[in-house]
């Protein structure tokens, strides 16, 4: 079954959650980050560094953790809901306001900037993709790496990052939001291995019974720490799962 997975390691940023003991007792009891933390990310040169909003700066650090050392060939897949919106938002006000636009910010502003960065910095061989898919933008990332992994790669890394959207968004917003990011490190489980796995939908998602604390990609950030046996997907009803 190619849906079935092992998280070998993880690592996750957020303002007040950055150890790893923290994050394990923050998914028993979780709440919604708040605050202007941004991680040091002091492996990266300076010179680049300075190129990276919040946003680059938690996705980069989660990623550097699990790869200290060069991975040249592991493929990454980049997922972010929104990606740098704020670099964007502000570009669209400057236009808004008649001032020219700077190349520079608007290539840093796609949604492939952050880790066409990493791959600079960390000099990438292998395949590495960004991609979106809304409030289910984990799972995106999850069944792109799925298909990597199917296709013979020993490991991926995901990287999923969010950020708060400008508050000029704020009626449009339909999920809680907060700045985090996490990084998994994904292969195959061996014969007998207890592993997750994320399953299709049925006919639909059931309406949420009460209004979500947590962002999604948040969420099911909280499910892999805390041992729950599943997570419904908000809008497709995919499940993901763990061996009992």
């Not at 040249?72 to 636009?101: C, K, N, W, Y």
Request: proline letters at 9%.
């Amino acid at each position: 079954m190619h849906n079935r997975f092992v998280v070998s390691d993880w690592s996750a940023f957020a303002p007040g959650l950055e150890s790893r003991e923290q994050w394990l007792a923050w998914a028993q009891a979780p709440r919604l980050p708040e605050g202007e933390q941004v991680p040091a990310l002091a492996d990266m040169p300076a010179m680049q560094r300075r190129r990276l909003e919040k946003l680059g700066r938690m996705a980069l650090q989660v990623a550097w953790r699990l790869q200290p050392e060069p991975e040249p060939s592991v493929p990454v897949v980049f997922s972010s809901r929104h990606g740098d919106i704020t670099r964007t938002f502000q570009m669209l006000r400057g236009l808004a306001g008649g001032e020219p636009l700077s190349p520079t910010h608007f290539g840093l502003s796609t949604h492939n900037a952050v880790i066409a960065q990493y791959s600079i910095a960390r000099g990438l061989t292998g395949n590495y993709l960004a991609v979106s898919g809304g409030v289910e933008s984990p799972e995106a990332a999850v069944t792109e790496a799925l298909g990597l992994l199917a296709d013979g790669e020993a490991s991926v890394l995901v990287v999923h990052c969010d950020d708060l959207t400008p508050a000029d968004y704020a009626c449009y917003r339909d999920e809680p939001e907060a700045p985090y990011a996490w990084a998994w490190r994904l292969r195959l489980p061996r014969d007998g291995e207890a592993a997750l796995s994320l399953a299709p939908g049925g006919e639909g998602a059931s309406a949420p019974t009460r209004p979500p604390l947590l962002p999604h990609g948040l969420e099911v950030m909280r499910w892999l720490l805390s041992g729950d046996p599943s997570l419904s997907a908000p809008v497709s009803g995919r499940r993901w799962n763990r061996d009992a």
